[in-house]
C-alpha cells in the first residue's frame, strides 16, 4: 500500500541588506610615558619614582571619561618586577657568599657574622644594664616617694596635735573665765545683799538671803 506524499507549507524566505552600524570615533588623549621593555629591566628602583595613579596619571590637568589607562598600570607592573627583583637579588645575595663565594669572601662571612655575634651580645648586656639602672632608679624614686609620704603624714599629724592644744586650752582659759566671772558675780550679790540686810533686817519678802 503506497502512502500519498506529505507537502509541509514552506515560509518564503527574504533576503534584506542589514543596514550598516555607525561607528562613533572618540579622541583618545595619548600619554606621554616611557616605553619599557620586560627583556631590559634594570635592578635599581630609584628611577623609576612613586607609584602612579591610573585614575589620575601625570601629564593630564582634567580627567576625562574617554581616558585610558594601560600605559600607566604597564609603568605601576614594571615597577612591581623591578622591586620583585631586586628583593629577589638581595636574598640570594645573602647567603650567596658562605656558600659559593671564595676563600677569602667565606672567611669576611664568618667575621661579620662574629662581629654581629659580639654586637648582639654587646647589645644585650647593655639593655640588661639599662633594665637593671631603670630598676634602681624606680627603687630610689619609689623610696623617696615613700619618705616623703611619711614626712608629710608626720608633719599632718603635728599640725593636728598643735591645733587640738590650742583648742584645749582656749576652751580652758574661757571656762577659767567663766568660773571667775561667776565667782565675781557671786561676792557681789552677797556683799549687796549684806548691805541691804543692815537697813532692813526682818527681809518680809524673802528675798534676801
Known amino acids: 500500500m503506497k502512502l500519498p506524499g ?48 591610573p585614575l589620575h596619571p601625570p601629564h593630564l590637568r582634567r580627567r576625562t571619561v574617554s581616558m585610558e589607562t594601560p600605559a600607566v598600570h604597564h609603568l605601576n607592573h614594571q615597577r612591581t618586577l623591578v622591586m620583585q627583583q631586586k628583593e629577589y637579588c638581595r636574598f640570594h645575595q645573602a647567603w650567596q657568599r658562605p656558600f659559593y663565594g671564595s ?9 661579620e657574622v662574629r662581629e654581629a655575634l659580639k654586637r648582639q651580645m654587646r647589645e644585650k648586656w647593655e639593655a640588661r644594664k639599662q633594665r637593671l639602672a631603670n630598676k634602681a632608679k624606680e627603687l630610689e624614686y619609689l623610696q623617696e616617694t615613700d619618705r616623703q609620704a611619711l614626712s608629710r603624714e608626720r608633719e599632718q599629724i603635728s599640725s593636728r596635735a598643735k591645733e587640738m592644744r590650742e583648742y584645749r586650752d582656749e576652751n580652758k582659759r574661757l571656762m577659767e573665765q567663766c568660773w571667775r566671772d561667776r565667782a565675781v558675780s557671786r561676792s557681789l550679790e552677797m556683799l549687796r545683799d549684806r548691805a541691804l540686810l543692815q537697813y532692813n533686817p526682818l527681809n518680809w519678802s524673802c528675798t534676801l538671803k
Open 6 to 53: 506529505v507537502s509541509l507549507p514552506s515560509t518564503p524566505v527574504s533576503f534584506t541588506r542589514a543596514t550598516p552600524i555607525q561607528r562613533h570615533r572618540y579622541l583618545v588623549t595619548p600619554l606621554a610615558l616611557p616605553v619599557i621593555c620586560p627583556a631590559t629591566v634594570p635592578l635599581s628602583i630609584n628611577q623609576w619614582g612613586p607609584r602612579l595613579d
Open 103 to 111: 676563600r677569602a669572601e667565606k672567611e669576611e662571612y664568618r667575621k
